[in-house]
């Protein structure tokens, strides 16, 4: 008669294989991904911008620094409006430079908050110089993520999407040829949020300067529908009635209409 298999032994062998099999739930990293020189570069970087940004702020009259905040509601963005539109006028060139510097900053290191950025400048400066406002700035941002993303993004991108990286990359790959338009579509849509395309860009070998069109052109659109709600601020009750369904499908068509060419050409491969 054989000999009874120890129980304990049996469970721990089961347990070390439902460890090893692909399926097993793997742990979760915890460790910070960033080395310490990544860290301190990332720090230093943060350091310079936050440096030049108060410098400019010190240029302000000192009646002026009461009503500096960032706006977090739309209640926040009204009374920030009321409060510099006087300053605005006054001081066109100041209120710019530092409209602009605090659009970069927040775009370069992710602050949440740029929505309300838009809204502002279709407040105050209306349709067409606050679109030019707005796409300036967001490229502008959005660059400099992208080189920042290049510096020091890749341990942190893997680490915080991991799948959709992945999936981003493969996308990438399979449309190479074709790669400006399916930005393009990326930067019109709302398909990838676009703090991933900013920082997974250049981890993916997306070149700058398809980067850099994709996000002057692509970004048109939305700051149209951002800074056109910012002149019916009052009426504007929520964020989220900025995209609405309407405004979505407009959104996807014009995208649509941009990877057309792509469509063609597999077309006339398959043919």
């Not at 710019?96 to 309300?116: A, K, W």
Request: hydrophobic letters at 50%; charged letters at 20%.
């Amino acid at each position: 008669m054989a000999a009874p298999r120890n129980v304990t032994a049996t469970r721990d062998e089961e347990k070390g294989e439902d460890d090893d099999s692909p399926s097993a739930k793997k742990p979760k990293l915890e460790r910070f991904p960033l080395n310490t020189w990544e860290f301190a570069a990332a720090v230093a970087v943060f350091f310079v911008f936050s440096t030049g940004l108060f410098c400019i702020y010190l240029t302000m009259p000192p009646a002026a620094y009461t009503s500096l905040k960032l706006p977090r509601t739309l209640s926040d963005l009204r009374l920030l409006k009321e409060d510099l539109s006087t300053y605005a006028s006054n001081n066109p060139a100041q209120f710019i430079l530092g409209y602009c510097s605090t659009y970069i900053f927040m775009q370069t290191f992710m602050i949440p908050g740029t929505i309300f950025m838009s809204l502002l400048a279709g407040a105050l400066f209306g349709v067409v110089r606050g679109i030019l406002l707005v796409v300036f700035n967001a490229t502008a941002g959005a660059s400099s993520c992208f080189f920042l993303s290049k510096l020091i993004g890749r341990p942190l991108v893997t680490w915080l999407w991991p799948d959709k990286l992945r999936f981003f990359q493969a996308e990438i790959a399979k449309r190479r040829d074709k790669l400006l338009n399916y930005m393009l579509f990326l930067r019109i849509t709302p398909t990838l949020p676009n703090l991933f395309i900013n920082l997974a860009s250049p981890i993916v070998d997306v070149p700058f300067h398809v980067f850099f069109l994709a996000t002057l052109v692509g970004l048109v659109p939305a700051a149209y529908i951002t800074v056109r709600a910012g002149l019916a601020l009052g009426d504007l009750k929520s964020i989220k009635d900025l995209y609405d369904f309407k405004t979505l499908s407009v959104l996807f068509l014009i995208g649509f209409v941009s990877i057309v060419p792509t469509l063609l050409k597999r077309k006339r491969v398959y043919e």
